[in-house]
């Protein structure tokens, strides 16, 4: 951060470098799966007629967890070559509002009345999809419910462990993050919930003292906070990330 002095004063610091960051998760559940049994009976799953080998849900998550909200964010779903998209359902959390595809986007994939796709609109469907999120409020989270399938590897390959779907964002001043998955308390990383709750019960067993308390007194307010250690640390995280951006700005 610069500041310029000159003009007999001093310019307030800029931020205008700054960027929102938001994330993005993806997860993947297998809801069919073909399978070949000669005593029992075949199971094959088939779309479009194309018999395939296992069909996944795939669900992106996309999460503002700053403290701005945001208008016509403009969000790409994309696949690797390997991953295949079918049909599709979003939604706006704590809304009854859709995610619509952006114009660009419906454009492409618009078919005269009779007439079959055309390849190239073939690929786009089974590979990319642009969208508008019309709102997406602080801590709130915009989701794609979206069919996916992998194409089968040769013979004598690695099988692909399951789709590969991303998400990209493009808009001033937005950053789009994907975020790993691991243990998590209400949300928080296990990690960051237990350390902030562990100051939490120094600064609770500090006071106590402060204030001459019986080691006996001071002790149970500090055991009660350190029991509920993870609890209190992911709340006062989730209170840190909406107050502070607004502080700053």
């Known amino acids: 951060m610069v500041r310029i002095v000159g003009g007999g004063g001093r310019r307030p610091r800029s931020r205008s470098w700054t960027c929102a960051v938001l994330h993005f998760i993806a997860s993947h559940t297998a809801i069919a ?4 049994d000669d005593a029992f009976g075949h199971i094959e799953v088939r779309c479009a007629g194309q018999p395939i080998d296992r069909l996944w849900m795939t669900t992106v998550t996309l999460t ?6 945001f208008e016509a964010l403009p969000v790409r779903i ?6 295949l998209l079918f049909g599709e359902r979003t939604e706006l ?3 009854t509002f859709k995610i619509g595809q952006s114009p660009e986007m419906m454009k492409k994939l618009e078919l ?4 079959p796709p055309t390849p190239e609109q073939q690929h786009i469907f089974a590979h990319q999809r642009d969208y508008v ?9 915009a989701k794609w419910f979206l069919l996916t399938t ?10 692909i462990q399951g789709p590969s779907v991303w998400c990209d964002l493009l808009k001033a001043g937005v950053k789009l993050r994907y975020r790993i998955v691991g243990p998590q308390v209400l949300g928080v990383p296990t990690k960051v919930a237990v350390g902030i709750g562990l100051v ?9 003292i402060a204030f001459d308390a019986p080691s006996w007194v001071a002790a149970l307010p500090s055991a009660i906070v350190g029991f509920l250690a993870p609890i209190i640390g992911a709340y006062v995280y989730k209170a840190a990330r909406l107050v502070l951006p607004m502080l700053v700005h």
């Open 93 to 95: 959390t704590g809304t």
């Open 200 to 208: 939490a019960t120094i600064l609770a067993y500090a006071v106590s």
């Open 133 to 141: 999120v019309p709102v997406l409020n602080r801590g709130e989270s």
């Open 33 to 36: 799966m073909s399978a070949k």
């Open 150 to 159: 992998v194409k089968p590897v040769p013979e004598g390959q690695t099988p």
């Open 64 to 69: 503002n967890d700053t403290g701005k909200d």
């Open 112 to 115: 005269t009345p009779g007439t």
């Open 78 to 83: 994309y696949t690797q070559d390997d991953t």
